[in-house]
């Protein structure tokens, strides 16, 4: 989870800085799809605070991440971010 939210962050200033145009010139460079890239880019609508845990969250190496992708991209659709944080601490608990 770790990566794709610094992932995120990357495409976030390669768009911010002109260094690509859109989402489309992503998934193009990326070779995936722009459904792909709105998802990746969809972790940045989480709370700063659940962004910040996730980023200090122990590599995974056996095993599975606490929390799967999915959930994060469900949780990234509730724009409330007390919500999310109720939510997020549901996940991890």
């Known amino acids: ?17 002109g260094a690509v145009k859109d989402y489309a010139e992503l998934a193009r460079l990326g070779q995936v799809t722009r459904a792909r890239i709105t998802q990746i880019m969809n972790l940045l609508n989480l709370a700063p605070e659940i962004q910040e845990q996730i980023f200090l969250l122990p590599p995974v190496i056996i095993g599975r991440d606490r929390v799967s992708e999915r ?9 409330n971010w007390s919500s999310q944080i109720h939510g997020w601490e549901n996940l991890v608990d």
């Open 1 to 17: 989870m770790t990566k794709l939210l610094a992932l995120a962050h990357r495409f976030e200033q390669l768009l911010r800085d």
């Open 71 to 79: 959930q994060l991209r469900d949780l990234s659709r509730t724009l």
